[in-house]
DNA sequence: GTCTATATAATGATAGAC
DNA sequence: GTCTATCATTATATAGAC
């Protein structure tokens, strides 16, 4: 909390932010430094490099991520963890940030998939509990399974938008959350099977009687 | 089918086709001249840009894809496609090259998300008209859905391995398989919800009824 | 068609004055 | 801490000989 916080190191930083967010992670220092209103060696100066820079953003936003009351996942899945980072204050950049790390990979993309994957999880058992959802063979691999496929659909439809031009993280929510509620929900309700002859050959073949247990030739 | 396609620009096409896959669209046109076996000028000459070098290997894989005959998606989803590309035959780097343009984005991927689409549709509405697939209140909607998101997730998981090393697709496609074979099926035979309440209240409000028709003060 | 040699532009990073 | 000036590298693309 020094008071050189609020100075050119964190005015680097917070360029540094958006311009990744926006350009991608390919933008150039002197285009950053000039955001900043700085010059470029000043950023090699304060972070040492550009891998520099990236990961005092990453660890910046996994900060502020970590230690931030998110709502329980409900049924719209982990896209409201970031829709609500994005919604209303100041945190908006960050949720940009966020969203082109997740789409671009690295080493924060990762951090914040495991993040989802255990309010999803936390989400889910709370509605087991409640009655609301059904129990699960697997709970981890189901939250998993769950949070990856909706993050990967969400990370498409971002790609997609940002090919077109430039990406307003609500309009972008707003738009895939429409395309996506209906399905999901049906989805979600009843399946797309009609009966469960899939499910029991492959719960058949991969919890073994007590028969084939202990029979390992 | 002139002769000259079994010479240097072909082969160009090949290495590019491989180290587009393998390295990423940074890699440079030197390692690729190289790979070759001719001068970076040659790549040039013949492609105009290493744009147009891309567009040459978008439009090969696009045709090949386009035109091969592929089984029914299945309850596997559109990665089977994939790895049917991949799997045995001599296709096996344009499936890399595939995967690899749908991970990074371009003009190829949107063709191939809409292909794929289109086979899952068929597929599920295959599957209506046998009595094994329940029907859509929107067919269209569930196919896209059901295509991005596994999509979406094979992408995620492809992205997360070729982070840690250079990727096998096989092992890519057996290892996701496995992770997501369980929940995916518990999901598609049963869904998550105990209730249709959220389902119901959806179209109830999605669906007007005859009272609300006409009604648009 | 294919090459060597080069032009041109941009990058990340450094040196050293202030 | 911050700057100017510059270095070294790499990139795509071009010019012109053969």
Same mark, same amino acid.
């Given at each position: ?51 520099? &820079? ?15 009351? &998110? ?13 609500? &980072? ?7 950049? &960050? ?123």
């Amino acid at each position: 909390m020094r008071s050189t916080d609020l100075s050119a190191r964190a005015r680097i930083r917070e360029a540094a932010l958006v311009r990744f967010a926006e350009d991608g992670f390919d933008v150039g220092l002197r285009a950053i430094a000039s955001d900043a209103g700085v010059s470029p060696a000043l950023i090699v100066h304060h972070f040492g490099s550009k891998d520099g &820079l990236r990961a005092a953003c990453d660890e910046h936003v996994s900060e502020v991520v970590t230690h931030l009351k &998110l709502d329980s996942v409900g049924p719209g899945g982990p896209e409201q963890m970031l829709a609500q &980072l994005a919604g209303g204050d100041e945190h908006a950049h &960050l949720a940009a940030y966020a969203v082109a790390s997740l789409a671009a990979g690295g080493p924060l993309a990762r951090r914040l998939v495991d993040l989802m994957t255990r309010a999803t999880l936390e989400s889910l058992e709370a509605g087991v509990a409640q009655g609301t959802i059904r129990p699960s063979r697997d709970p981890g691999a189901r939250a998993r399974y769950l949070t990856e496929a909706s993050l990967g659909h969400l990370l498409l439809a971002y790609r997609h938008a940002r090919e077109a031009g430039p990406v307003d993280l609500a309009t972008l929510f707003a738009q895939h959350a429409a395309n996506v509620v209906g399905p999901a929900l049906e989805l979600f309700t009843a399946g797309i099977f009609t009966d469960d002859g899939y499910l029991r050959a492959y719960e058949a073949a991969t919890t073994p009687t007590a028969h084939d247990q202990g029979d390992e030739s």
